[in-house]
């Protein structure tokens, strides 16, 4: 089979490609790297030639709404666009737990793309996820200042992006399933905890200063809406085990 990944290069993308060849496919990778821009639409008919079928995890550092909805809409306009040219017969989308019940800042582009991809033309399965473990080394990077990181409250159930992708490549050589059963991690953590543990377990010591956000989406983040809701499947690898093996896993 052949499966094209969109951000194939990306945090989750990256083990998608490696799960797609592990498991004897032919992977084809969409980003600006491959000569493929996916804002644009440039370079997406000769890279989905003879593909059966697309994987898009492609992602955005956004927390505005209309940015993440500029986004995630031309992505998925033109890959829908281009993959009905190519008769691509099976469009994977990864999604977000909770994107429907906190639909502002990045997920509101989250929102936007399942809408886009339930109208469209192409069969489709999308997969909504938590957070993953590798989400703290990202939070690290992006919200230090100085000695300190300054952490969002939030409640969140994490999942290993490597889970992650495995399930994406098994939906993505089945049958379009619409709405998967959502995929969270194995236990309910508090972000600044896992932040705390994560710059213990790299031996760094920066102070975690958490802080509410304000408005509909931290109020979310704070009282359980985006932890995942009774029927969702489960990972395995709990966080603490994530950071544990942090220097082979990144």
């Known amino acids: 089979m052949k499966i094209a990944v969109a951000g194939g290069t990306g945090t989750v993308g990256r083990h998608v490609v490696d799960i797609v060849r592990e498991r004897g496919h032919d992977g084809v990778i969409l ?6 821009d996916l804002v644009a639409g440039d370079g997406l008919a000769d890279a989905l030639a ?37 008769g691509v017969g099976h469009h994977v989308a990864l999604s977000i737990v909770g994107t429907d019940l906190a639909p502002y800042g990045y997920y509101a582009g989250k929102l936007l793309q399942e809408q886009l991809v ?20 990202q939070l690290v990077g992006r919200m230090k200042v100085g000695p300190v990181v300054v ?26 399933a619409a709405r998967a059963a959502d995929l969270a991690g194995p236990r309910v953590e508090r972000l600044a905890d896992m932040v ?24 979310a983040m704070r009282d359980g809406t985006l932890l995942p809701r009774p029927g969702a499947d489960l990972g395995v690898q709990t966080f603490d085990e994530w950071v544990a093996a942090v220097p082979a896993a990144v």
């Open 151 to 176: 952490v969002p409250r939030m409640q969140t159930q994490p999942v290993a992006a490597r889970e992650v992708a495995e399930r994406l490549v098994a939906l993505a050589t089945g049958a379009p």
């Open 118 to 137: 339930a109208a469209g033309p192409v069969p489709w399965t999308i997969l909504r996820a938590t957070q993953f473990h590798e989400f703290c080394a």
């Open 50 to 86: 003879g593909v059966d079928t697309v994987i898009d995890v492609s992602s955005t550092e956004t927390l505005s709404d209309a940015a993440s909805r500029a986004f995630f809409g031309a992505v998925t306009r033109n890959l829908l666009a281009a993959e009905v040219d190519a």
């Open 196 to 219: 705390r543990r994560y710059l213990t377990g790299a031996g760094r010591r920066e102070r975690v200063v958490e802080v509410p956000l304000p408005g509909a989406y931290g109020r």
């Open 31 to 36: 980003t600006r790297s491959t000569g493929v």
